[in-house]
């Protein structure tokens, strides 16, 4: 069931549709499955500070809504969001656009309610397995805060074999560094020195895990030139948004940042959690990991230090390039 939080048409068929497993531990996501509620209620904060920070639930707002807009002929635009969480931001879009048919995948499928809006529906995807079998007839892609995806290259390739040309990508992530109130990233220091951050530490602890595991760390700063160098996408622009950490930064006539810190204070809150959890069955110190999390308790509740994360919002235009299988996927088709 997808869940909302409050802040200030015809059922859509899709290819392939049909009963798919539903995995009851996410090896690949690092983190609880959206099964659980708490997940799902982080995973809401963190959408919802997102779109608040943002100023609208999507980047590129002009291009999106151009390319979305209803048409007088052929089928109405479709919407793919790839790693839906709690299907909290596919469901708000399908009620933002009712014409348009939104379909939300992830590992642990959405379970649609009274909620649900009719012109939405979710299923079961690895994005690792590639997209070719969701059809080619996608306007809008939506992929945001998606971990586990083994070959970046792979998945810009595969978006763009089921993307129109002229169909957009939105993508977005964020950064597994934390910043200051001057926007400069937190020192890497050892416990006890000056500029020390429980929060930041266990970030850091968790990177080095992932490098470990052969994950990439350094998706943020990579992801763009993936973008720019691929003949199948126009790279359009960029917005970095910091978001506080806490209810520290002050309202602006355009943004209600306390709010934005609120929810980010919740999500990061309850993520820590989780990710001490992880370190642990890494191997980590239990004894370290429950002192760091106490600290992150009381950096929480007292704003100190100050701290921010920072999202990077991604937008690119489908061009016309023919999409052609590489030799490997050549090769691996039936």
């Excluded at 500029?195 to 490098?211: N, P, V």
Aim: aromatic content about 8%; overall charge negative.
């Amino acid at each position: 069931m997808a869940s909302t939080i409050n802040v200030s048409a015809t059922s859509a068929q899709f290819p392939s549709e049909k009963p798919q497993p539903v995995p009851t531990h996410n090896a690949i996501y690092s983190l609880p499955s959206v099964e659980n509620n708490t997940e799902r209620g982080r995973l809401d904060f963190q959408h919802t500070a997102i779109r608040v920070s943002l100023g609208s639930l999507y980047a590129a707002p002009d291009l999106v809504k151009a390319r979305l807009a209803p048409r007088k002929e052929g089928p109405q635009p479709m919407i793919l969001d790839i790693g839906t969480g709690s299907g909290i931001w596919a469901e708000s879009i399908a009620r933002e656009f009712p014409h348009a048919q939104v379909l939300g995948v992830d590992l642990t499928p959405v379970t649609p309610d009274a909620n649900t809006p009719p012109n939405c529906r979710f299923r079961y995807l690895n994005a690792n397995d590639g997209l070719t079998g969701l059809g080619e007839n996608f306007d809008v892609i939506h992929m945001r805060s998606v971990g586990g995806i083994l070959d970046q290259a792979r998945l810009v390739r595969d978006v763009a074999g089921i993307l129109k040309p002229g169909g957009v990508f939105l993508w977005g992530a964020g950064d597994m560094y934390l910043y200051d109130e001057n926007y400069e990233r937190l020192p890497c220091v050892e416990e006890g020195q000056e500029g020390w951050c429980a929060m930041h530490a266990i970030f850091t602890q968790c990177r080095e895990e992932m490098w470990k595991q052969g994950r990439d760390v350094q998706v943020l700063d990579g992801f763009q030139p993936l973008l720019e160098d691929s003949e199948y996408f126009k790279f359009m622009g960029k917005e970095d948004v910091f978001c506080p950490i806490g209810a520290w930064k002050e309202d602006t006539p355009k943004t209600a940042w306390k709010q934005v810190g609120e929810l980010m204070a919740l999500n990061v809150g309850r993520m820590v959690q989780s990710l001490g959890s992880l370190l642990v069955q890494f191997g980590r110190d239990k004894e370290t990991i429950d002192r760091w999390l106490a600290t992150v308790k009381e950096e929480l509740e007292t704003c100190n230090p100050k701290t921010q994360a920072v999202w990077r919002h991604l937008w690119a235009v489908r061009t016309d390039a023919e999409w052609t299988p590489s030799a490997a996927e050549a090769a691996e088709a039936p």
